[in-house]
Nanobody, 124 residues
C-alpha cells in the first residue's frame, strides 16, 4: 500500500531555514503529483507546493513563492520542501500528499494519499 512518511519538522526562529522530506513507497509514482499542504487549528488545510513526479513541473502558493522550493529525488523516492526565510505565519503541521497528476490541484480533496504530518514551529 502507498505510504508517505514526512520528517524534518522542528522549532526554528524567524528567518531560519528548514527542509522537510517525504519518503514515498508502495507504488511507482511516475505520473503522480506530489504536494505539500499545511494546517493550523481552526483553518482549512492549505496548499503550499506541488511537483509532477515525471516532468518536475512545480507549483507554489503565493504565500511561499520565492521562499520555498519543492523537489524530488527519483532514486530515493523522496520529495523535499526546502523552506527559507521562515515566518511565524509558516507555523503549521505540514503534510505530504500524492495523487494522479491530471487530478492534482491546489485543493486537498483532489489528493488520494497523505502522510501523518510533521510540525513546523517558527518563533519570532
Amino acid at each position: 500500500q502507498v505510504q508517505l512518511v514526512e520528517s524534518g519538522g522542528g522549532l526554528v526562529q524567524a528567518g531560519d531555514s528548514l527542509r522537510l522530506s517525504c519518503a514515498a513507497s508502495g507504488r511507482t509514482f511516475s505520473g503522480y503529483r506530489m504536494g505539500w499542504f499545511r494546517e493550523t487549528p481552526g483553518k482549512e488545510r492549505e496548499f503550499v507546493a506541488a511537483v509532477n513526479w515525471s516532468s518536475g513541473r512545480t507549483y507554489y502558493s503565493d504565500s511561499v513563492k520565492g521562499r520555498f522550493t519543492i523537489s524530488r529525488d527519483n532514486a530515493k523516492n523522496t520529495v523535499y520542501l526546502q523552506m527559507n526565510s521562515l515566518k511565524r505565519e509558516d507555523t503549521a503541521v505540514y503534510y505530504c500528499a500524492a495523487t494522479w497528476a491530471p487530478r492534482g490541484s491546489v485543493v486537498a480533496t483532489s489528493y488520494d494519499y497523505w502522510g501523518q504530518g510533521t510540525q513546523v514551529t517558527v518563533s519570532s
